[in-house]
């Protein structure tokens, strides 16, 4: 039986090497067109927001991406990433295939139950703020 504080570790270095080659992609791709720019801003946006993740829990991200706290919608959100690389050169179609595969892992770790998200997948310790809108 593996125990969550044994994988918390590698879900971090999953997570941040996700966060890494995103940011590191999508810097790369802004120099590749007009689509391909406007695909790099997001993947950076996206890296960023994986990174910080890790380290901090913002409300709004607890209230506005709630997919972000189960591995199939993490997993899903990095195939999305992956899937808005534009190939061209041999780091990006490697990068790409990376964060492809975590996104997978994440997904089919959904159906294992012995398994359960780490801290930073939890929104146990994230204060919402309730507004009334009218």
Not at 36 to 50: C, V
Not at 86 to 95: D, E, I, K, T
Request: negative net charge.
């Amino acid at each position: 039986m593996l125990d969550t504080q044994d994988l918390q570790g590698a879900f971090k270095l999953a997570n941040l090497t996700v966060a890494g080659l995103a940011v590191l992609t999508g810097v790369f791709q802004l120099f590749s067109g007009l689509q391909p720019f406007i695909h790099g801003l997001f993947i950076i946006a996206f890296g960023l927001l994986i990174g910080l993740l890790e380290f901090r829990i913002p409300a709004e991200v607890a209230t506005y991406a709630s997919f972000m706290f189960s591995f199939i919608g993490r997993g899903v959100f990095y195939i999305l990433i992956a899937s808005l690389v534009n190939g061209g050169s041999f780091l990006r179609v490697v990068s790409s295939m990376l964060i492809f595969l975590v996104g997978l892992v994440y997904v089919g770790l959904e159906a294992v139950p012995s398994i359960t998200p780490p801290e930073n997948m939890s929104t146990d310790g994230v204060t919402l703020e309730t507004e009334d809108i009218v």
